[in-house]
Structure formats: C-alpha cells, structure tokens
C-alpha cells in the first residue's frame, strides 16, 4: 500500500514541475500570443483570477476551497476504487497534479497563467488539462473498473 502512495506521489510530483515549468517560461516570456494554427490554435499569456473560465471568487477563499476540494477527491477516489487498478491511479494522478498545479500559481502570482488558447475557448494551462482528463477518465471507466462497493 505504503509502494503505491510513493509511485503516485512520483508521478504527480513530475506532473507539476511539467506544469510548473511551462508556466515560468510563458511568465517570463514577456512575448504576444504565437500563432500554431492561425487563430484557432495559439500560445497566449493571461491571468486566471477566478475559477474556471475567469469566475471571480476571493482568493483566500479559492485556495482553501481548492485544498478542501483535492482531500475530498482523493478520499472519495480512495473510498470508491480499487488503486491497484491503473486506470483508477492515472486518473486520480491527474486530478490531484492539475489541481496543486494552479494551487501552487496562486500562492506564488495571486492568480493561475494560462497560455493555451484554443478558438474561442478560455485560454488553459496544463494543469487544468490534467484535470479535464482525469475527471473524464473517472467518469468514462467508472463502470469498467472495480470499486470497492458492491454492485446492485
């Protein structure tokens, strides 16, 4: 049991010094947005002071809410699924480095960078991509995965 908390913490660890990292040299770019598809696929800086898509919410709240909200993910995911399960530890993984990612930007800037611009999309940063996924994995292979509930 004691293995598997030390993988998973591993891997998110590298997660977020991915997120991280790729959030510093955006900040420290200083550069315009950097067309890769014309308008629809670019890298733009900005600043997140809300929840998702810029919803304002004080920031001491936001960070309390945000730590709440991982102890709880991880205890439901712990309570439901069988960790020994990949696909349980992956998406679990994902979640909790996605959410410390932008956790970690609002105590250091006050505020999350986000780069990646899609469309007409709010621009994302890794970390919220990491939770899209997870949460997605969650959802898509709850049934195909053992819990620790018995079925009905």
């Not at 996605?98 to 105590?107: K, S, T, Y």
């Amino acid at each position: 049991m004691k293995n598997k908390f030390i993988q998973m913490g591993i891997w998110s660890l590298i997660l977020i010094i991915l997120d991280q990292i790729t959030k510093y040299f955006i900040y420290k770019s200083n550069s315009g947005p950097v067309n890769l598809l014309g308008d629809f696929f670019r890298i733009e800086y900005s600043q997140n002071t809300g929840v998702a898509f810029g919803i304002p919410v004080p920031h001491t709240l936001l960070i309390i809410g945000n730590i709440l909200l991982i102890g709880l993910i991880a205890w439901i995911i712990q309570k439901e699924f069988d960790l020994h399960q990949p696909i349980a530890k992956t998406g679990l993984i994902l979640i909790i480095s996605g959410a410390f990612g932008n956790i970690i930007d609002r105590l250091i800037y006050g505020f999350v960078i986000d780069f990646i611009a899609v469309w007409r999309w709010p621009n994302f940063n890794l970390a919220d991509i990491y939770i899209s996924i997870g949460i997605l994995i969650m959802i898509v292979f709850y049934g195909r995965t053992d819990t620790k509930c018995p079925k009905k």
